[in-house]
């Protein structure tokens, strides 16, 4: 990792434009593969580091959201979510069940008094996400106003939540999903074998298993993924049951609160 100098409080980095430079254009070269730009990465992970550091300084309690934690020593907070019979029962039925981590979530944020929480989504994902702050408010409720997003110009947020309302804080809403590939291959980073293709499915996105599905895919490593998404026109979340069901399902999910 290259962290920033500590010392330089007025540090101010550019935002790395994903449409310029993209890690798959950088690895495909007249065919071949061949390592990713390093500039390209290096300022994606430097400008994520600038907005974690951003968030730490100017908030009082945070929390990252993640499915793991013991075996990183982190305080660890296990919230079971409420069940299906107590969700909006005017919800199509994959977005009902997404809903639920949205009301457990509220549940936690009510119980420890969190006043921001650090998630990884993305710009890229989907068209409503694309809409999105760094630094996002949400009310008190933990609602979502598309309409009432506050500027960031420059790299000034505005990390101050009202009294019982907190900040969603997201460090790589401006990478892509070949962002994501290109780093993990030049980092080394371990992958759950779900991401590479096994009889010709893979999974691209993750989610709860009822309402996740594999796509069509002959990527099994890294490389080939990489090389599939400079081709592809399926999105990410294609084998996510809720993208496919009312126009609005998302959208209505996001501004209750889900990530």
């Known amino acids: 990792m290259h962290l920033l100098n500590s010392d330089s409080a007025n540090d101010r980095l550019p935002h790395a434009n994903p449409m310029q430079g993209s890690a798959v254009r950088q690895i495909l070269v007249n065919g071949r593969s061949l390592a990713p730009s390093m500039d390209h990465l290096d300022a994606l992970e430097a400008q994520s580091i600038y907005i974690f550091r951003e968030a730490f300084a100017r908030l009082k309690k945070l ?13 660890l907070k296990i919230e079971p979510c409420p069940p299906l019979e107590t969700i909006d029962p005017t919800l199509p039925p994959a ?11 509220k549940l936690a944020l009510a119980k420890y008094g969190f006043d921001g929480l650090i998630a990884g989504i993305r710009r890229d994902e989907e068209a409503t996400r694309a809409k999105e702050r760094v630094f996002s408010p949400r009310g008190t ?63 691209r ?36 049951a809720l993208d496919h069901e009312t126009e609005d399902a998302f959208e209505r999910l996001r501004v209750a609160g889900y990530l």
Do not use: M
């Open 95 to 105: 977005a009902r069940s997404a809903a639920r981590k949205t009301d457990g979530l």
């Open 205 to 240: 996105s993750l989610g709860d298993a009822d309402i996740t599905n594999p796509v069509a895919s002959t990527a099994s490593s890294i490389e080939e993924i990489l090389i599939e998404l400079d081709g592809t026109k399926v999105p990410e979340r294609a084998g996510r």
């Open 141 to 203: 409720e933990g609602g979502w106003d598309v309409r009432d997003q506050p500027p960031e110009f420059w790299d000034q947020f505005n990390a101050s939540p009202p009294p019982g309302a907190h900040l969603r804080i997201h460090p790589i809403l401006h990478w892509t999903e070949a962002d994501i590939w290109a780093y993990t291959q030049r980092e080394n980073i371990p992958i759950i074998p779900l991401y590479l293709a096994n009889e010709g499915k893979r999974y």
């Open 63 to 75: 929390a990252l959201l993640c499915r793991y934690g013991k075996e990183w020593e982190l305080d």
